[in-house]
DNA sequence: TAATATATTAGCTATTTAGCTAAGTACTAG
DNA sequence: CTAGTACTTAGCTAAATAGCTAATATATTA
């Protein structure tokens, strides 16, 4: 379960436009780093995602995006595995599995509180 | 439906830890505020909420408060009238509901180009 | 009409944040 | 073992943020 403190760290990381870019391409970019084109043969998907495949996307420098990528793993937004020399990156989709299950717990409490506050007042007329 | 900017401004608005339990005192204390109990003969939802009254809750000075309170309406997440006197507040539970589906839709995304990645796998055996 | 209650605005300060460059670490490949 | 690649750390600056008090606006009540 997410306590308020992790909650709050969640937000903060998806608050700065940079990072909310940099979360949405690693989970809809895919896995694989565009580095390991440079490799013969090996087709990967183009898109992501190692820490400087993510900078390319950016007109920031790399210990900026590097930061960010920091930042997004302790909100445990994402996941971080090093390899040799590179740093994959991949969506912590159980986090934002568990905050979907938050945000709809909340609407589905506010809706049964609003239908047992019309039910008492049918009951009293 | 809710854009990049305005999720932003969400995500924003609940990163910091004293709007974070505005947030919550609202969405969770009622839509009625203390104040009103001071009317003989009322009987009042004694939680929450007008901008005093969520201040009663916390350390900190009524224009901070207010200040937090501005910054949540702008983000939507949050409903203000201002009738007479005072400002009553309640939530805005449309834009969680928004929020609870765009998280929800991600975690779905994802489990179904997870479903396809193997499924494809399997197909190339 | 004056006093009180509710809330906002203005203006201030300390702290945090987001960017940068330069330097350092750790691994890989020639 | 040297050069290059991938990334992080350190140290900096400008801007944004979160708090405060004092002043202001607006509505209510005595």
Redesign the interface.
Same mark, same amino acid.
């Given at each position: 379960m997410l306590d308020?403190e992790q909650? $709050?760290k969640i @937000? !903060?990381a %998806?608050?700065? !436009?940079t990072r @909310?870019l940099i979360f949405k391409n690693i @989970?809809t970019g895919g896995y694989t780093c565009s580095v390991d084109k440079k490799q013969a043969g090996v087709e990967v998907n183009p898109i992501a995602t190692c820490v400087s495949t993510v900078a390319e996307h950016f007109n920031f420098s790399l210990p900026t995006i590097s930061a960010h990528i920091k930042e997004l793993k302790e909100a445990q937004v994402i996941l971080v595995e090093k390899k040799g020399n590179k740093v994959y990156i991949e969506?912590n $989709?159980e986090t $934002?599995?568990e %905050?979907?299950e938050c &945000?709809?717990t909340?609407?589905t409490n &506010?809706?049964n509180n609003r239908e047992l506050f019309f039910t008492d007042t049918v009951a009293v007329k």
């Open positions: 308020m909650k $709050i @937000f !903060k %998806l608050s700065n !436009k @909310f @989970f969506p $989709i $934002i599995r %905050l979907a &945000f709809q909340l609407v &506010f809706d």
